[in-house]
């Protein structure tokens, strides 16, 4: 703006050396009506001039202030809009790996969930409908089983943990580890205190055996786990 000031002074310096000028030389003429009315004209000329180049100068200069503002606001929208996209591209893969995390914590207790019931039951076979689908020493051991508070769906794991042991042979008996019976008892005496003849009845054997399981373990099938994972229960 001091610019078009500087410009316009200059102009109206100009313009009115011109007029000293003129006004001196007509002043000296013997017409001086006539010629104070061409300087007059001349003048007004001169202003006009000087006029016309200012506002044109001012409405060039509007032009690019208002074209500087509206580059800058254009910038700033454009920084505006690449920050918004940033944020909202964060957000997108901060939900995203949330919801990953989340899918993995899932995956992982359903892994637990399942590793913990198959620790607890070891055996998912069919179940027997009755122990009448025994025959022998495990139609016995069944219903001992039941007898003593244990639901038909432990009798399998039973079957397999003495299967095991002695094969459900009364008889059985380790030399080595003085284990003896159905259920391997270590000493083979302990089983003397359901009955005397412990050393060759299969129910009196089968009975301390369940009595022991169900003291240790809770269920045959907590048993049958540890011999699994241990190899003796």
């Known amino acids: 703006m001091s610019r078009l000031w500087s410009r316009f002074g200059a102009r109206t310096a100009a313009v009115a050396l011109l007029s000293v000028g003129v006004a001196g030389g007509f002043y000296l003429g013997e017409d001086r009506e006539t010629q104070q009315q061409g300087l007059t004209a001349q003048v007004g000329l001169q202003v006009d001039l000087a006029e016309f180049d200012y506002q044109r100068e001012r409405q060039a200069q509007h032009r690019i202030v208002s074209a500087e ?6 910038q700033a929208e454009k920084r505006a809009a690449a920050a ?47 122990c009448s689908e025994y025959g022998g ?9 039941i007898d003593a508070g244990f639901g038909i769906d432990q009798f399998p794991c ?32 302990k089983m003397a205190s ?9 129910a009196t054997q089968i009975k301390w055996g369940l009595g022991y399981i169900k003291g240790r373990y809770s269920s045959p099938c907590s048993a049958w786990s540890q011999s699994q994972s241990e190899g003796w229960y």
């Open 158 to 189: 039973l079957d397999k943990l003495w299967t095991k042991e002695s094969g459900w042979n009364p008889k059985a008996h380790n030399s080595s580890s003085g284990a003896h019976g159905i259920p391997q008892a270590v000493p083979g005496s």
């Open 69 to 74: 503002t509206r580059a800058a606001e254009y």
């Open 84 to 130: 918004a996209k940033e944020a909202a591209e964060r957000a997108r893969e901060a939900e995203a790996a949330s919801r990953k995390r989340e899918r993995e914590a899932a995956a992982k207790k359903a892994a637990e969930k399942a590793a913990a019931a198959k620790a607890g039951k070891p055996y998912d076979g069919p179940i027997p409908a009755s």
């Open 137 to 145: 020493n495990r139609k016995i051991g069944c219903a001992l089983m």
């Open 194 to 202: 359901v009955g005397d003849d412990w050393e060759t009845n299969p």
